[in-house]
């Protein structure tokens, strides 16, 4: 393990470092850091207080992982901590805060990610899988992202919100509502435009299975009989056997009966 650590980095005493991980020039881990196997710390990466990063993860130069929430009150509370999963790739001056005992003390980042330069994780975070952060693109506390959601450079997410599976939010747009999985946000102040057809498309989804989640999409929100809630009730009958669209129809009774917005079609 010792020919991994480069003679400058910084490792407290406890810091439980696996032998193939290597930390690179004017690294600090902290006392109570877990780093896995085949994790990279390329250099001058700072780790703080409780802070797990899974196997294969490569985090560049500038990242700081694992410091206390911008909340005020709970910045540095000692149950804190920051779990990132594995095969994730960390950006130059990635930031990722530690959560607060509104949410069991725990920020949660998944799996394969890509968190690009200056992107930030707020506390009490949980990011899914596959979860691509263009550069800048900041969450604020309490953000739920799904499985394979991708947001877009200079995007900014409120606090609260939920970001579902496969949602695209498009660059410099700000999202204050929840976003239904496979959503495509654009704008200033974030509008759903649509489906994020291409994604679905690249993901391996049919043509029959795009176009029927895109008929019960329009049916949904673009539909003129009753209002939302009628045709939500409606819908829940009508799709009932498409577990895409049914997918979508949970999500937004999840943000209703939590008495949250969901984000209307433009």
């Given at each position: 393990m010792t020919n991994n650590i480069h003679p400058t980095a910084v490792i407290e005493d406890g810091?439980?470092?696996?032998?193939?991980?290597?930390?690179?020039?004017?690294?600090?881990?902290?006392?109570?850091?877990?780093?896995?196997?085949?994790v990279q710390l390329l250099g001058r990466v700072t780790i703080m207080g409780d802070t797990t990063i899974g196997e294969g993860t490569i985090v560049f130069p500038g990242?700081?992982?694992?410091?206390?929430?911008?909340?005020?009150?709970?910045?540095?509370?000692?149950?804190?901590?920051?779990?990132?999963g594995k095969n994730n790739i960390i950006r130059e001056n990635v930031t990722m805060h530690a959560g607060t005992p509104k949410e069991h003390f725990t920020t949660t980042v998944g799996d394969n990610g890509m968190f690009m330069i200056n992107s930030h994780i707020a506390h009490d975070c949980v990011v899914g899988n596959n979860v691509i952060m263009?550069?800048?693109?900041?969450?604020?506390?309490h953000v739920r992202v799904g499985d394979g959601a991708i947001l877009g450079g200079n995007s900014a997410v409120?606090?609260?919100?939920?970001?579902?599976?496969?949602?695209?939010?498009?660059g410099l747009s700000g999202v204050d509502r929840?976003?239904?999985p496979f959503?495509?946000?654009?704008?200033?102040?974030?509008?759903?435009?649509?489906?994020?057809?291409?994604?679905?498309?690249?993901?391996?989804?049919?043509e029959a299975t795009v176009k029927s989640i895109t008929r019960a999409f329009m049916f949904l929100f673009k539909g003129k009989n009753g209002n939302f809630e009628s045709r939500l009730a409606e819908a829940k009958e009508k799709?009932?056997?498409?577990?895409?669209?049914?997918?979508?129809?949970?999500?937004i009774e999840e943000s209703l009966n939590g008495r949250r917005n969901v984000m209307q079609a433009d």
């Open positions: 810091a439980q470092i696996a032998a193939t991980a290597k930390i690179g020039p004017l690294c600090w881990v902290s006392s109570r850091a877990k780093i896995g196997e085949n990242a700081v992982l694992g410091g206390g929430p911008q909340d005020h009150g709970n910045e540095f509370k000692e149950e804190a901590r920051l779990i990132i263009t550069n800048n693109a900041v969450i604020g506390g409120h606090q609260f919100c939920r970001i579902g599976r496969k949602a695209m939010i498009g929840d976003v239904i959503g495509i946000v654009t704008g200033d102040r974030g509008k759903l435009r649509g489906l994020n057809v291409i994604g679905l498309k690249r993901s391996g989804f049919d799709f009932k056997d498409n577990d895409m669209v049914m997918e979508q129809i949970t999500f």
